[in-house]
């Protein structure tokens, strides 16, 4: 899967490939700039945000469209011409405004353990962007699954139970998976500690 975004200075491309997370950036004439391959178990847990920065504030706007409402009356006692040039500035210079609002100073942020990537949230490509995050997670997680997911009853155990402890917490496996993948490994039903009049006792043992 290919996400591709296209700026005025650069072009950023996502991909999911078979081991790890593409990330390539470009200069407007098509050079790389960035390129990158993160291998998916450092990827999770991916998280979305959404953020605007406006580079003008709402009292710049408010004091400058006061400005020209100053400057429109103003010039309407010199000359019709003037008056229509500036309620035109004035149309003009809000319509920019609202244009940036929706395409230029929203960013879509796709955080992983190690990257953070910044793309332009506009509404044409906001679907685009939220499948490709969930499909990276998706891929991610059955990527982990695939690799990590198994246990070897015959080999150290400690290690396997730290990597189970490691996919639960993920969220690539679930409790009863995680519960059921240990008990395969040590044989005990469960890894809490039971009390008997103060003392703790061993957990019991599968047949």
């Given amino acids: 899967m290919l996400l591709e975004q296209r700026r005025l200075t650069q072009i950023t491309q996502l991909a999911l490939r078979p081991h790890g997370l593409y990330i390539c950036r470009k200069d407007r004439r098509g050079l790389v700039t960035l390129e990158v391959e993160m291998p998916y178990e450092e990827v999770l847990p991916v998280r979305v945000e959404r953020r605007q920065h406006r580079v003008i504030s709402q009292w710049q706007v408010l004091g400058f469209v006061f400005l020209l409402h100053a400057l ?41 353990t190690h990257a953070r990537v910044v793309l332009v949230d506009r509404p044409n490509e906001r679907k685009a962007l939220f499948c490709f995050t969930e499909a990276l997670e998706q891929r991610t ?34 409790d009863k998976e995680a519960r059921a993948l240990s008990t395969r490994l040590t044989g005990r039903m469960d890894n809490s500690p039971l009390l008997s009049m103060g003392q703790e006792l061993e957990a019991p043992y599968a047949n």
């Avoid at 004035?90 to 244009?99: F, G, N, P, Q």
């Avoid at 982990?144 to 009853?153: D, Q, T």
């Avoid at 080999?155 to 396997?160: D, K, N, T, W």
Wanted: aromatic content about 14%.
């Fill in 72 to 112: 429109n009356n103003g010039l309407r006692q010199a000359d019709d011409l003037y008056t229509l040039i500036a309620f035109g500035v004035s149309i003009a210079a809000m319509a920019i405004y609202w244009y940036g609002c929706r395409n230029w100073w929203n960013h879509f942020i796709l955080s992983t």
């Fill in 141 to 174: 997680k059955d990527y982990l699954r695939e690799n990590y997911g198994s246990i070897n009853p015959l080999g150290l155990i400690e290690p396997q139970l730290q990597r189970l402890r490691w996919l639960h917490k993920l969220e690539v496996l679930t």
